[in-house]
C-alpha cells in the first residue's frame, strides 16, 4: 500500500496488480510518481514464486483472477478500515502489467469494487480474447468508463486494435499507446509513455487533481 502524504479530503484509490514474477512495491512506486498525492494505491502482493526464498527476494503472482479478485476485495476493505472517511471507494481505478492486466481484464466486468477506468499494460489486450461487446457492454453498466491499452511490441497493438474496437462498441473510451521499443516492460519508455496519457485516463474526474 502506498499512502498519499497530506489527505486532508477523502482521496480515490488505484489498484495495481505486478506481473508473474514481479513485485507490488515495483509496481506501487512506478504509479506514486504519476498519482502524486491525489490517491491511495494498493498493490496486492499474490502468493511467492518460491516459498523456500526469503520474502524480500521473492517474486510474486497470481494463482487466478478470482484469487486476485479476493485480495482485492480484502486489501480495500483493510484499507477503508485503517483509514477511514479519507478513502474514497466509489469508482476507483485498477492498473496491472502482463498477468495483472491480463486478470484484470477478466475481472474488471464483475468485481464488486466497480471499477470506472483501467490502464492494462502488455497484457489484457486481447491475447486471450479478453474482449468482446457483451464484455465491454456489462463492464460499462458496472460504472466503466475509460480504458488504456499500452503496449511495447507490435503484436500486442494489432490485437488490442480489435479488443479497442469492441470495447467502444461496448459504451467504453479506449485509447491505444505504443511505446516503441520497450518490449515487455513497464519502466523506461513504457512507463514515459504511461505519464503522458496518465492524464487522458483519469480526465473527467476532479477526485485526481492534486490539492
Not at 466497480?114 to 464484455?135: D, S
Not at 456489462?138 to 503484436?155: E, T
Not at 523506461?188 to 474526474?205: C, H, K, N, V
Amino acid at each position: 500500500m502506498s499512502v498519499p502524504r497530506g489527505a486532508t479530503r477523502p482521496k480515490p484509490v488505484l489498484v495495481v496488480a505486478h506481473g508473474a514474477g514481479d513485485r507490488p512495491e515495483w509496481q506501487c512506486q512506478v504509479w506514486r510518481g504519476m498519482v502524486k498525492d491525489a490517491a491511495f494505491i494498493l498493490c496486492p502482493r499474490g502468493f511467492p514464486t518460491n516459498p523456500y526464498v526469503p520474502p524480500e527476494h521473492s517474486g510474486y503472482f497470481y494463482t487466478t483472477h478470482h484469487a486476485l479478485g479476493n485480495e482485492i476485495t480484502l486489501g480495500l476493505a483493510a484499507l477503508r478500515e485503517r483509514f477511514g472517511e479519507y478513502v474514497d471507494m466509489n469508482a476507483p481505478a485498477y492498473a496491472g502489467f502482463s498477468q495483472g492486466a491480463i486478470m484484470g481484464a477478466l475481472l474488471l466486468p464483475n468485481h464488486p469494487a466497480r471499477f470506472a477506468r483501467a490502464a492494462l499494460v502488455e497484457g489484457g489486450y486481447g491475447l486471450f480474447h479478453e474482449w468482446n461487446i457483451p464484455v465491454a457492454q456489462k463492464w460499462k453498466a458496472r460504472g466503466g468508463a475509460r480504458a488504456l491499452l499500452a503496449c511495447g511490441r507490435a503484436r500486442c497493438v494489432e490485437q488490442a486494435l480489435t479488443s479497442a474496437s469492441h470495447m467502444r462498441r461496448g459504451g467504453i473510451e479506449v485509447h491505444i499507446v505504443h511505446a516503441e521499443g520497450a518490449g515487455h516492460s513497464y519502466g523506461g519508455r513504457m512507463e514515459q509513455s504511461l505519464r503522458a496519457t496518465y492524464a487522458w485516463l483519469i480526465e473527467g474526474d476532479p477526485r485526481w487533481s492534486i490539492p
